[in-house]
């Protein structure tokens, strides 16, 4: 039977330091790959996730053990990476990548090898106009349209994790929709 995090939590508050290794191990890919299609940069992504639980281990005295640690950890990265893109001013340059992790299927699908010309070239268009339209997104859109239509997370998630009202989080997915569909729309029409 797997230990829960609030019991692994009560374990490093007792001291056995170690335990928190569990949580990591239990976390760190989840949160590596938000965090990717946030900053888009592997490096920069180790170091946020790094971070991350550096800051949750030395916090964790603080935390409430009734309290959810997934959504308390994502929170934390959430942030570091929102302020981590706010000093590089890269907020309206950074595109949208796949993740590095073959096995994930939540990454774009490119066609098998064998496709023909046109359906590659296709492939590699959409592709483009993906990235362009994903980095017309605030961070924030850009983090609860991830949430929502990749990672199937809920609304009531999404505000907790972005720390917003319910109604901003509907909001902000739905804004990130609209600005993928206006830009998308004449691709997909000439697609068909």
């Known amino acids: 039977m797997e230990v829960t995090d609030a019991a692994v939590v009560a374990q490093v508050l007792a001291g056995d330091q170690d335990a928190f290794r569990v949580l990591v191990e239990r976390h760190s890919r989840s949160l590596f790959h938000v965090v990717y299609r946030m900053c888009g940069n592997q490096q920069d992504t180790e170091e946020i996730v790094q971070e991350t639980f550096l800051r949750a281990f030395k916090a ?13 950890i994502y929170r934390i990265a959430v942030n570091r990476t929102l302020d981590f893109l706010s000093a590089k001013k890269m907020k309206d340059t950074y595109q949208i990548v796949d993740d590095p992790d073959p096995e994930d299927s939540r990454q774009m699908q490119m066609p098998a090898a064998d496709a023909g010309p046109e359906r590659l070239l296709l492939s590699v268009e959409m592709k483009k106009k993906m990235s362009h339209a994903m980095s017309l ?8 349209f991830t949430m929502r239509h990749m990672e199937g997370r809920s609304i009531e998630e999404i505000s907790r994790n972005l720390n917003l009202k319910t109604s901003a989080a509907k909001n902000s997915v739905f804004r990130a929709v609209q600005k993928l569909r206006q830009q998308l729309e004449p691709f997909a029409s000439t697609a068909r």
């Open 60 to 72: 964790l005295p603080r935390f409430e053990l009734r309290a959810n640690f997934a959504t308390w």
């Open 137 to 144: 997104l605030t961070p924030v859109e850009r983090v609860a």
